[in-house]
């Protein structure tokens, strides 16, 4: 099981009135709400994760484990989108993704970004898309498990 998972807007909720808080690591702070949520699909379901976030070629994968870790997220194994070069949107990029690296059906997509409403319907039906400026919700960790859970 796998999750493709975006930070902006769905870990980090957007807020245009306040700056972000940053930890030692130089990196936002997620969202209490959102933790504990993605929290609960790894433990519930084993689920690894790919990184779809702009940021994901900022950091090595060995750095994304510790931003997870500091921010109290255990996952086994991190992954990312190959580096966004020709500056597709997250659409592109996620169709452009070799989902035969995932060597199975049951992944999820975890975002914001409403373009992903034009996905294919084999890739929207297992799209979960978060209010940006909400993030990642338990009512929306449910979605989450019952999509990963629907496949196995």
Do not use: C
Not at 5 to 10: C, E
Not at 23 to 41: W, Y
Not at 117 to 132: A, E, I
């Amino acid at each position: 099981m796998t999750i493709l998972l975006d930070i902006d807007g769905v870990m980090v909720p957007a807020s245009s009135w306040k700056r972000p808080e940053f930890l030692n690591d130089g990196f936002p702070a997620f969202s209490n709400i959102a933790v504990k949520a993605l929290e609960r699909i790894i433990s519930e379901t084993g689920a690894s994760m790919i990184l779809t976030t702009s940021h994901k070629s900022k950091y090595s994968i060995s750095e994304w484990h510790e931003i997870f870790k500091l921010r109290g997220i255990k996952v086994s194994t991190i992954d990312r989108l190959s580096e966004n070069s020709p500056e597709l949107s997250r659409k592109e990029e996620i169709l452009k993704w070799d989902f035969s690296k995932l060597n199975h059906k049951n992944f999820v997509i975890i975002d914001d970004d409403k373009s992903l409403n034009g996905l294919p319907v084999f890739l929207k039906d297992k799209l979960v898309l978060t209010s940006p400026l909400v993030g990642l919700t338990d009512e929306l960790a449910s979605q989450a498990i019952s999509i990963l859970i629907k496949e196995d």
